[in-house]
């Protein structure tokens, strides 16, 4: 059995306007060690997947059905303290936007220090500060020491989410969250990061989820991926196997918004229309509005859903015999027109 | 820090100056020629000949020209009266008499008395209240703000929003008078007014006599309070860095008071200084209803009295203590919230 597992996750929030749908029977699962990209356009459902595995959300407003078992343990029924046995020491985190991940009024030494002692009771003041040193050394944070008495307004955006690293990988958690950890920083300090984590995956043993927009970065980084769309997932395959043989209509889309598969014209390809609002969705495919090859069922039946990920598998009615000769189709065009931007 | 500390204590001095020249021209200047009184014909009596004013007017320096007053106005506030204004205000006097007579902030009409003195004998009523209330309000909106911030649209919650507005739109004097008919009269439960020394042999008739006054004072702060605490707690609660924590495996208890609370309580902080510095200049309503000889009676006293010197002094006084207070919350927020420090 796969490390974490998640199966048929559904999310809902209850809004003044209704009940949304946000996560609707998301299923996949993460190996020990492996990368996963989680990729989709904004507000396809991918940090509230995250954060319904590790039940960050509150639970006045929301609720999560399913199932997903980390270690054979069902992340969704086991009690609170449990829960919270888990975050942090087995599954780690880290955000979007490291401006505003730190709490501004305690030292960076504090913070990451409080990591550790939640899970580890026995650890002395001194030898948790200097675990934390170690950390923010391995993390690339020039003299460290002081560092751990500065405060997180002291440091750039691409610093503190060296911290943010450093304290979700100091208790060596088995599966690493990384929710966009590079949206919010310019193009260098991404690139930096980026690295950072490439080189970090060598180091510490965690499976990663990365979620990220950036197909780029998920060639680079993910052994497998999982491609979303208004809250369902749509395709989810290995790595090679979505950029060579990629089936779901909105996999081409996203691929041919690819810079570097610009597609002859001058300006970005990228998927017509936008996602359909989840407070009443279609009944039909999700995606069928934007589809280039909608057919009729599309409108009434919902493609299959994605159960087993132990291979390529993708929700859509195409024949597969078209979806395989439109990947070649894309391939070759995407592959012949590959000049830089 | 130090830089930083200065800094606040060169624009508090600067604030106050600012202030003495506003007391000044509005005492002075303004009130004769707006409203052609004449400080020196009250001070010398209803029936004073046009030669005895003349003299106060001397003894009070009123004769000397705006700019030479406002001087020695300053001079006096800064080192206290010097040779000479003790030769005209109290020329046949001991150094310890005339010490009654005039201070930094001169002499009230009035009274014949030293405002020093005069503000000075009430310190005790308005500060003893203003700190029974604060800590009223503050133990009792802390607390239920937090609370309510917690199960937001909860049934306490909503019972807290009810009472945050009642007693927002309750008048301070309906309260008071309420409470004194129910709790010193019919009931008597409580002194129906007046003030006794704090002592620390026997610290409960103090504290019974401020209860009440208390309790009315604190009644619109807490509402106040407990709205602000509520809105900065869920405020703080919807923050990232309050999902960070959890995300490390910290406890609800901790991630809410150790993560948020400390955040939310900043802005709170800030203005409990300029609220308690707001007291201290005295809190003519509550004072006024349960008859308490503080500094809020005292300028209302004045004021009714054209008693000129002691006015000013008062506003002169208030100002300080929310200068003061200012500061000290200034620095204190410095040493809690670590951005402060930098700009
Ligand atoms: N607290 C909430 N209450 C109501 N709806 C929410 C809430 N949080 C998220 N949603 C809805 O859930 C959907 C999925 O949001 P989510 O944040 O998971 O998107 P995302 O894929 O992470 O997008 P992005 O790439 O922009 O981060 C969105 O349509 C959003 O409107
Ligand atoms: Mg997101």
């Known amino acids: ?42 507000g396809c459902g991918k940090s509230v997947t995250m954060l319904s595995i590790m039940r960050l959300l509150s639970a006045r407003h929301s609720a999560t059905t399913g199932m997903a078992s980390f270690d054979g343990e069902d992340l969704l029924s086991i009690p609170n303290k449990k829960m919270r046995e888990i975050r942090g020491k087995q599954i780690s985190k880290i955000f979007q936007d490291p401006m505003t991940s730190l709490n501004p009024v305690y030292r960076i030494g504090v913070q990451i220090v409080e990591a550790l002692r939640l899970h580890d009771k026995a650890i002395s003041r001194v030898a948790a500060f200097d675990r934390a040193e170690q950390m923010l050394a391995a993390v690339g944070i020039p003299s460290p020491r002081e560092r751990l008495r500065s405060y997180p307004h002291e440091l750039s955006g691409g610093m503190r989410q060296r911290v943010m690293i450093a304290m979700a990988l100091i208790n060596d958690p088995k599966v690493l969250i990384a929710d966009e950890p590079t949206t919010a920083l310019d193009v260098t300090t991404q690139a930096q990061i980026l690295e950072l984590i490439r080189k970090l995956r060598n180091e510490f043993s965690s499976a990663v989820v990365f979620i990220t927009h950036d197909l780029g970065v998920v060639a680079e980084l993910c052994d497998e991926v999982v491609v979303m769309y208004a809250g369902k997932v749509v395709e989810s395959a290995p790595v090679d196997e979505i950029f060579e043989n990629p089936q779901h209509p909105y996999t081409w889309g996203l691929l041919g918004s690819l810079p570097g598969r610009n597609l002859g014209n001058d300006r970005l390809y990228s998927v017509p229309g936008s996602p359909p609002s989840l407070l009443d969705p279609p009944t039909g495919c999700r995606f069928m509005a934007r589809c280039a090859h909608a057919m009729s069922i599309c409108e009434t039946e919902p493609p299959l859903e994605i159960l087993d990920h132990s291979e390529h598998a993708v929700a859509c009615h195409l024949d597969p015999g078209f979806r395989t000769t439109q990947a070649i189709a894309f391939r070759s065009i995407a592959n012949r027109v590959q000049e830089p931007r | 820090m130090i830089r930083y500390t200065i800094r606040r204590l060169l624009w508090g001095a600067s604030v106050i100056l600012a202030v003495t020249l506003a007391v000044f021209v509005l005492f002075g200047p303004v009130l004769q020629w707006k409203s052609n009184v004449e400080p020196a014909r009250i001070y010398a009596g209803k029936n004073a000949q046009p030669e005895q004013i003349e003299r106060v007017s001397k003894i009070l320096g009123l004769d000397k020209p705006f700019y030479e007053q406002y001087g020695i106005m300053i001079r006096r506030l800064v080192l206290g009266p010097n040779q000479a204004d003790k030769e005209r205000m109290c020329p046949n006097s001991t150094e310890a008499e005339c010490d009654e007579l005039i201070g930094h902030l001169g002499q009230s009409f ?4 030293s405002v020093d003195k005069l503000i000075f004998s009430r310190l005790g009523v308005t500060f003893s209240l203003a700190l029974v209330g604060a800590f009223i309000w503050i133990s009792i909106s802390i607390p239920v703000g937090v609370l309510s911030a917690l199960r937001p649209r909860s049934i306490f919650d909503r019972i807290t929003v009810v009472f945050i507005l009642i007693g927002q739109s309750l008048p301070v004097y309906y309260f008071g008078l309420v409470a004194l008919y129910f709790l010193a009269y019919t009931n008597k439960i409580f002194p129906p007014g007046g003030y006794m020394a704090f002592q620390w042999s026997e610290p409960w008739p103090w504290l019974s006599h401020l209860l009440l006054p208390g309790f009315t004072l604190a009644l619109q702060f807490t509402a106040l309070y407990a709205r602000l605490v509520r809105g900065g707690m869920l405020d703080a609660l919807g923050e990232d860095y309050v999902r960070t924590a959890r995300a490390k495996g910290a406890g609800e208890t901790r991630t809410v008071f150790k993560h948020a609370f400390r955040n939310a309580l900043l802005p709170i902080v800030t203005l409990f200084g300029l609220d308690i510095g707001l007291l201290f200049g005295g809190a003519i309503l509550t004072e006024a209803t349960f008859g308490l000889q503080g500094i809020g009676s005292l300028s209302v006293d004045a004021a009714y009295r054209f008693d000129v010197p002691t006015t000013s002094g008062v506003v002169l006084f208030s100002a300080i203590c929310i200068v003061v207070a200012n500061i000290v919350v200034d620095l204190l927020l410095a040493v809690v919230d670590p951005r402060i420090r930098l700009d």
């Not at chain 1, 929030?13 to 998301?26: L, M, Q, S």
């Not at chain 2, 009035?110 to 008395?113: A, D, G, M, N, S």
């Open chain 1, 1 to 42: 059995m796969a490390l974490l597992e998640v199966k048929d996750l559904q999310t809902t929030f209850f809004t003044d306007d209704g009940a949304v749908r946000a996560v609707d029977g998301v299923s996949f699962s993460v190996e020990a060690g492996q990368v996963v990209g989680i990729v989709g356009e904004s």
């Open chain 2, 110 to 113: 009035e009274k014949r008395r």
